[in-house]
């Protein structure tokens, strides 16, 4: 299994820019989120899906969308690029429903918005 | 949602054992209580999960009071790769919602 798999690993865009961010678990876990980073500082959840064709905000919601389509991808949107999205974005899973999980990170992707 | 408060920063030397305490006074009768460890530049690795007494791994023990409402990350004789941050989070996977907020982490530095 690979995991969880991100992609790019580094991004930079301008402002007003718009990307996705992709997110890829092999695993069939069905829970899923979407974390980022800010220097020094702990992850704060953006999005998170329980399912297919389910997904709840974090506390972080705003300048983000989201979808959860299949299983096993759950891709991040950032429309309209702003500097105070310029964050590393973790993506995680776990199995979900049962005692006993662990969330499973992705490397990250590293972003800058100028 | 349970929320978590930790110590911002501990220091330690070589060889010794740590203790961080979290405090999760409103955790739910579902809720799990999950330590993460995390290097810069890295995702969090999870370490240890537990409901309660104690549970022990082949990295650390977590120590779980009958009332729950707070939780003890224990790391054995620590070494300086054990400089990280250290996330308590609690949740119930059983729910229809599994939501994991972390909180801002002890910021553990281990000094030779």
């Known amino acids: 299994n690979a995991g969880v798999t991100q992609t790019p690993k580094f991004r930079i865009l301008k402002i007003g820019q718009s990307m996705t961010l992709q997110c890829t678990q092999d695993m069939n876990h069905n829970y899923m989120y979407w974390y980022r980073q800010d220097p020094g500082m702990g992850l704060k959840l953006i999005y998170y899906?329980?399912?297919?064709?389910?997904?709840d905000k974090g506390e972080v919601p705003n300048g983000y969308n989201v979808s959860r389509s299949t299983t096993e991808d759950f891709p991040l949107r950032l429309e309209l690029a702003a500097p105070s999205q310029t964050s590393v974005y973790f993506c995680a899973s776990i199995p979900g429903g049962t005692g006993g999980d662990e969330q499973y990170f992705g490397p990250g992707t590293r972003l800058t918005v100028t | 949602l349970a929320k978590t408060t930790q110590p911002i920063s501990m220091d330690s030397y070589e060889g010794q054992e740590v203790n961080i305490t979290c405090s999760h006074n409103n955790i739910a009768t579902n809720d799990y209580i999950t330590w993460y460890q995390q290097f810069p530049s890295q995702g969090p690795r999870f370490i240890i999960q537990?409901?309660?007494t104690k549970v022990t791994n082949e990295v650390a023990s977590l120590f779980i009071p009958a009332d729950r409402k707070s939780s003890t990350l224990s790391l054995p004789r620590v070494s300086l790769s054990d400089t990280a941050v250290y996330y308590c989070l609690v949740g119930a996977p059983m729910d229809s919602s599994y939501k994991l907020i972390f909180g801002s982490g002890t910021r553990l530095l281990v000094r030779p």
């Open positions: 537990g409901y309660k």
């Open positions: 899906s329980v399912g297919a064709g389910i997904t």
